[in-house]
RNA sequence: GCGCCUGUAGCUCAGCAGGAUAGAGCAACGGACUUCUAAUCCGUAGGUCGCAAGUUCGAAUCUUGCCAGGCGCGCCA
């Protein structure tokens, strides 16, 4: 990466200066590089200066103008540099260095923009995780997406990943969900029923019924056991989540029913391991965890006095699991509503011997649905909620996907249902599409023309002179650092904002200059950058889920 | 009351390990299709970065206090 390059480059020049007396030591590791806002202040920028200035009570733009002086030593990578303001020094690139990210591209072709960074770190991705009481909703959705695209790339970036979904099928709220069938199923039968308080509302319910009245009649009438309703319900409605998340190409490696932490005394185990290290104890008839020690304002109870488990306890259980199935980093992609949950299990991985900070947590905003502007309050359980089935049926997986990556994941995120239709002519996401399709486009033409790109040590780059080429050159040349940085820190929409101004660049570009021209030279080398661009843009949208086509 | 998140253009959102003149898309207005796909482009307009102090050469970005919205704060999950 070329600002690596430039980095250690400073960092040469700074041992020089405190080598040669010029400065002192001071302020090794303060000083960076960005990129500047405005081209006219070069292609990187450092504060070096200003830094060892303050430190050494040295005059800013002196030491700067040492620094220049150590810079022109280099024109190999720097072609110009200059002091700036109040001590800046910009760093004007050399084109041949920018022009030179197209072999690379080349080289690395699918593969350009992955990197090795994660070193085989076996990361578990845990995402979605909704139990089987309903299908997906918009918020489910948003976690859907966001925790696959992290999966996506952290895998892209060496790292060895499972998703998996966490899931319980044995509580109250599947009951509920089993106690709720068989009134549908007495209902359909014409027979008296009893509709839970609390039960699920969903017209799903209805359909599950009719299924057991198809297929059992009416032998299940005075079945006292809510089984057979529930695990009716729970088939049902796991197939139709799992088929809900095939239709935006997700894909789990495992599903972990919280279950298996029981039946292989798991559970128990850590209670038995807290109270071995005097951090569980018991008052009032329940078993407490002392939470106090690590920080919290209260302690929490982890066996209620009935015997049964708080959901505090599995989720230990499950996170030391984790650990113990041997992945070295925990990635959990949360609903804002499970933000309490987070310090327990933290505190919980910490008393169990295993380090906290290699746990991440990604708490992602709600969605707020409004139609015509009006807040839709979405609940399962009656049924006020808006599939994310009834979004695809509407939308399209690719604008569902980017539309949710297109925000970070702290942002609240409001999606306007009466807007979506047209939402979907207008979406960004084509945007970014159709600039792949261009270049796909121009390819085709190439080729009916009978022009074929020629090796590419063989074309002059150099002709890539206009300041569009050279910016989108160093777009591209920035794309494996983004991606890095989007992986590392979780953040997806990164990519999206990138391809967005890629694109914005293309379009403007391809609109003011000819790729395929009268001129043999120049043509080959703007089909190099063609194809360089095409690259980007087809692995960064796959990079996140998105497919890249070649025609529209 | 306490904790976490958010507040940036009319709307939806980037930017925030401090940096030079705060960005994009949509909406509005005016232009560009004998030329590689007009799902595109060019131009105009649009801002007390919630408010107020503080830290410093420099703050949308860091600190504190307010204001507004969201989510939590259970022997529910």
Request: net charge negative.
């Amino acid at each position: 990466m070329i600002k690596t390059r430039v980095k250690e480059l400073l960092d040469t020049c700074f041992a020089q200066g405190v080598a040669k007396g010029l400065w002192s030591g001071a302020g090794a590791g303060a000083y960076g590089v960005e990129v500047p806002k405005h081209e006219a202040h070069g292609d990187f920028s450092t504060n070096m200066a200003m830094v060892i200035a303050g430190l050494d009570k040295l005059k800013p733009r002196e030491v700067a103008a040492r620094l220049q002086e150590m810079l022109a030593a280099e024109p190999a990578l720097v072609m110009k540099a200059e002091v700036a303001g109040p001590g800046f020094v910009n760093l004007f690139i050399r084109d041949e260095v920018w022009q030179a990210v197209l072999t690379t591209i080349c080289d690395q072709q699918e593969r350009y923009g992955l990197s090795s960074v994660g070193n085989g770190r076996r990361v578990l991705v845990e995402f979605v995780s909704a139990n089987p009481t309903g299908p997906l909703s918009v918020g489910h959705g948003r976690q859907a997406i966001l925790g696959d695209a992290i999966a996506r790339l952290l895998a892209a970036t060496g790292h060895e990943v499972t998703r998996e979904y966490y899931y319980n099928d044995a509580g109250r709220q599947m009951r509920v969900l089993g106690e709720s069938t068989r009134a549908r199923y007495l209902e359909l039968l014409g027979l008296p029923f009893q509709f839970p308080e609390d039960g699920y509302q969903g017209e799903y319910i209805r359909e599950i019924a009719a299924e057991l009245v198809a297929e059992a009649g009416d032998s299940l009438k005075a079945c006292a056991d809510v089984t057979p309703f529930k695990e009716k319900a729970d088939k049902v409605i796991f197939a139709n989540i799992v088929a809900t998340l095939e239709r935006l190409a997700i894909h789990f490696d495992s599903y972990y029913n919280e279950h298996t932490l029981y039946e292989n005394g798991l559970v128990d185990d850590v209670v038995a391991s807290l109270r071995a290290k005097g951090l569980a104890y018991d008052q009032d008839g329940a078993v407490w965890f002392k939470t106090t020690d690590f920080g919290m304002d209260q302690d929490r109870v982890i066996i209620k006095s009935t015997g049964e488990p708080t959901y505090r306890l599995p989720d230990i259980a499950y996170h030391r699991e984790k650990f113990r199935r041997g992945f070295d980093w925990l990635v959990d992609i949360f609903g804002s509503d499970h933000i309490g949950t987070v310090p327990d299990v933290l505190a919980g991985v910490s008393a169990l011997g295993y380090d906290p900070s290699r746990v991440s947590v990604v708490i992602h905003q709600f969605v707020t649905l409004t139609r015509d502007g009006k807040l839709v309050k979405m609940s399962t359980r009656k049924a006020t909620f808006v599939t994310v089935d009834e979004l695809l049926d509407e939308v399209g997986p690719d604008v569902v996907r980017f539309f949710f990556l297109t925000r970070k994941a702290d942002s609240q995120l409001e999606f306007d249902l009466a807007l979506a239709a047209r939402e979907s002519q207008e979406n960004p996401v084509f945007y970014v599409q159709y600039a792949n399709a261009r270049l796909a486009s121009i390819d085709r033409q190439a080729a009916a023309k009978g022009v074929a790109r020629q090796p590419l040590a063989q074309v002059a780059l150099a002709r890539l002179s206009q300041p569009a080429e050279r910016t989108m050159l160093k777009s591209l040349a920035a794309f494996p650092g983004l991606v890095e940085g989007a992986a590392l820190d979780l953040e997806p929409h990164r990519i999206i904002f990138f391809l967005i101004d890629l694109a914005g660049q293309f379009h403007s570009y391809y609109n003011q200059h000819k790729v395929l021209s009268d001129d043999p030279e120049l043509t080959q080398a703007r089909l190099w950058l063609a194809e360089g661009l095409r690259l980007v843009f087809s692995n960064g949208l796959q990079l996140v889920g998105l497919s890249a086509p070649e025609n529209m």
